[in-house]
């Protein structure tokens, strides 16, 4: 769908006489049945002001064609502005300009990511020219147009307003400022966009290229398909054991099988350590080499984020990005627009999207809606936050409202906690979330460990960490200070001094070097895993007299995953207690079981730590683990 489109005469007569912003606004509601707000009209009648001052150009072809809001078919983004011509040898090109009216912008540690003021206040966002290289990369990897049309994808980012400081050119960014040219404020910038105009576009199309872009079908590229295989060869990560096989097996029949008439819905349940991200990212890949059109999703940035720097081998953006996706993002897509979804993490799925949890209706009804054939991974002991909505009763409710054929399949081999199916039941037992078999821990089937200090708790975390495979979380009990003063500590308890790891490594903490210096939570590890994990349990978790009391009061007051609760307690104390608990429980759940082959656990409150002690069967061990710890991981590495 295109918003607006002319040739350049055109859009320049709307500039002059008609105001241009009214044009586009017309045509966005006939398009849409949408309205939007003022600052982005406002925003349409400076930012296409600046792009007319740039085509003021006797050598840029009155019949070149011009876009505004070119939405990428099958999928919810927009290019900004697209103009289409041919170059001097005659081939097609389509020059995508993402827009920008910013002023000021900071330098970040994270890849392609930089702060901006945003909305309502400075916030992180993705660079300009990354956005405009991925929007080009989305194109040439997914449009039938541009790779079996010859249609060559020229990105660059426009930011009017911005005068060139060393900030968004800086080194860090040249990765993507290479790819997509950055033009800022001036003159002289102005006559820079304009000559890579003239590059690319000599001679007018009369639109042409425009609907072929807009009709293409979008299908994943040959070549893209060939590469996503090759990335899975050679790693061992990645190789299906036992019914991790059976149950990949079975989607991919699914997948197959399923049309818009014939939807299909399955939901694949496991905990801990079963592989369920494994599976799924085999299926992005062999569904994708299939010539199919699918996305992963998971609604935590670390799990996608991760897997992706595993699968490609680099921690930087690749062309490969376009193949996993936030659940917040298919509020506006069509119906059926996918061949599949894999959802991970499906639990964590929430009601609403959007930055204030305002936009869309339900993220699975969503999900099950974009798609023929929507998979979710599942394991509702690991909801951590009360807007955590993705429950089984839920996805088979909104799979039925579809017409969808539900399936429905458990991954029970367990790959971590040393394969210790009974450490996972012991968790269950000790935290209080429910009665087993496994009160008593035998710590010669895992190596669990209470500490009685946190330095000595991070001391023999790091030195576990072999291979970069081992670190440190807690649970959100304190400030996160370092976010507005990086030499500012978070974690104080005593003499222990460290930050949390939400600054500089983002998503990609769990596998970023030196990070295991750091502290980690629930967002950056859930769905992921290292050989050790240190845990430090805050004081919302304690024992006093063997029984389990949570405090939410001792969660830091900004903590997102218990939003509402106090609001909560005044409609519904009884209810609200009891699912604050659980959410508290299962926080400690998830963390404790992050770890392939031991947890380290140090307790703010040392009658909890006795507790544990208690319910381990190698007393004696558990007892002197502050003292013999060093001795005994330096026999072991």
């Known amino acids: 769908m295109i918003v607006y489109e002319a040739d350049k005469k055109q859009f320049l007569h709307h500039i002059d006489f008609d105001d241009i912003e009214n044009v586009v606004h017309a045509n966005f509601k006939a398009a849409t049945g949408r309205r939007v707000n003022a600052a982005e009209i406002r925003a349409w009648r400076e930012s296409l002001g600046h792009v007319a001052m740039v085509l003021r150009d006797d050598e840029i072809p009155a019949d070149m064609g011009v876009a505004v809001e070119l939405h990428i078919p099958q999928s919810s983004k927009r290019i900004d502005v697209t103009l289409t011509g041919r170059d001097e040898a005659g081939n097609k090109n389509a020059i995508v300009i993402e827009l920008k009216q910013w002023e000021k912008a900071s330098v970040t540690g994270k890849d392609a990511i930089v702060v901006t003021y945003v909305g309502k206040g400075h916030r992180e966002t993705v660079h300009p020219s990354y956005q405009a290289w991925s929007y080009a990369a989305l194109l040439e990897g997914f449009n039938e147009a541009v790779y079996d049309g010859d249609i060559a994808i020229r990105p660059c980012a426009y930011l009017h307003n911005y005068a060139r400081d060393g900030v968004l050119d800086s080194h860090q960014y040249s990765g993507y400022t290479v790819k997509a040219p950055l033009f800022l404020k001036g003159a002289k910038e102005r006559q820079q966009l304009r000559d890579f105009i003239k590059k690319h576009v000599r001679y007018g199309d009369s639109k042409e290229i425009l609907y072929e872009l807009v009709n293409g079908r979008i299908r994943p590229s040959k070549a893209l398909a060939d590469a996503l295989k090759g990335l899975l060869a050679d790693k061992p990560e990645f190789v299906l054991i036992d019914d991790q096989k059976e149950v990949f097996e079975a989607v991919l029949a699914a997948v197959r099988t399923a049309t818009p008439e014939a939807p299909r819905v399955l939901i694949i349940e496991g905990g801990p350590g079963t592989g369920k991200t494994v599976v799924a990212i085999n299926l992005l890949v062999r569904l994708t080499g299939a010539g199919l059109f699918g996305q992963y999703v998971s609604k935590n940035a670390a799990p996608r984020e991760v897997y992706q720097a595993r699968l490609t081998g680099t921690i930087t953006k690749t062309r490969f990005s376009n193949l996993f996706s936030g659940s917040g993002r298919f509020i506006d897509v069509a119906a059926n627009t996918y061949d599949f979804l894999i959802v991970d993490e499906a639990h964590r799925l929430n009601e609403k999207s959007g930055l204030y949890a305002n936009l869309g209706e339900n993220q699975v009804k969503e999900l099950i809606g974009a798609s023929a054939c929507t998979a979710f991974f599942i394991d509702e002991d690991q909801r951590v936050a009360l807007s955590d909505i993705g429950t089984k009763q839920r996805i088979r409710a909104y799979a039925q409202d579809k017409g969808a054929r539900v399936e429905e399949y458990e991954l029970a081999s367990q790959f971590r906690c040393g394969g210790s199916d009974g450490y996972l039941a012991w968790l269950d037992d000790v935290l209080g979330i429910r009665d087993t078999a496994n009160p008593q821990l035998d710590t010669a089937e895992y190596d669990f460990r209470v500490f009685d200090t946190p330095q000595a708790l991070h001391d023999a975390i790091c030195a576990r960490n072999n291979g970069n495979r081992a670190r440190v979380v807690a649970g959100y009990c304190w400030p996160w200070r370092s976010k507005k003063d990086p030499h500012a500590d978070d974690i104080v308890i005593g003499e222990y001094r460290r930050q949390w790891n939400l600054s500089k490594d983002g998503s990609l903490w769990i596998i970023a070097p030196e990070s295991v210096e750091q502290v980690g939570c629930i967002h950056t590890c859930q769905g992921l895993e290292v050989d050790y994990i240190g845990v ?69 409150d040392e009658e909890t730590a006795e507790y544990l002690r208690s319910n381990m069967l190698d007393m004696n061990q558990a007892a002197s683990s502050h003292v013999a710890v060093t001795s005994t991981i330096s026999a072991d590495t």
């Open 536 to 604: 430090i349990i805050g004081p919302d978790f304690i024992v006093r007299d063997g029984k389990i009391e949570t405090r939410p009061e001792e969660r830091d007051h900004r903590d997102k995953t218990i939003r509402g609760y106090k609001r909560w307690l005044k409609t519904d104390p009884v209810l609200a207690r009891a699912e604050v608990d659980r959410i508290i429980k299962n926080t400690y759940k998830t963390l404790m079981s992050r770890g392939m082959k031991g947890c380290y656990v140090y307790c703010t």
